[in-house]
Structures are given as structure tokens and as C-alpha cells.
């Protein structure tokens, strides 16, 4: 048996995007589908992304494709 490491494996949660958005510098983004918390993107390095938290200003390296831009696309818009 494969050990379980997270939430998001024992419920089969997935946080990556399901619509294509570029993410960059400077850019406000949230985690997953998560409203909060918010982070800058302070650098992209192909799949990764530097990004600090805007509340406390703690650094975290996040998948880009989990980044979500804060007033980027809606749902509706991903739907079409």
C-alpha cells in the first residue's frame, strides 16, 4: 500500500487549474481552490513559483499551476 501523505490524496482533491492563465511577476494570486490566503509573486522558474504571503510575508515555492490570479478569469469564463 502507498502511504497517504495529504488531505488533498486521502479525499482525491485537485488543486491544479483546469484552465490556462499565465502567471507572472508582480502578479496577486491565491493557492488552489482556496479563497484566501493571497500571495505576490515575487519570481517564475518554469513550473514554480517564489510567492509571499500578503498578510504575514512569509516566502512559500508554489506549483504554478495551482496559482490563480486574484480577479483573473472566472469560472463562468473557464466554462465557455
Not at 495529504?6 to 492563465?21: A, G, L, M, N, T
Request: hydrophobic share 40%.
Amino acid at each position: 500500500m502507498t502511504p497517504v501523505s495529504s488531505y488533498s490524496d486521502v479525499f482525491s482533491i485537485s488543486h491544479d487549474r483546469e484552465y490556462d492563465e499565465e502567471i507572472l511577476v508582480g502578479d496577486l494570486v491565491r493557492s488552489g481552490p482556496n479563497l484566501f490566503p493571497h500571495f505576490a509573486v515575487i519570481a517564475v522558474n518554469g513550473d514554480k513559483a517564489w510567492v509571499r504571503d500578503v498578510q504575514n510575508g512569509t516566502d512559500h515555492l508554489a506549483l504554478v499551476s495551482r496559482c490563480r490570479k486574484i480577479n483573473g478569469q472566472t469560472l463562468a469564463e473557464a466554462a465557455e
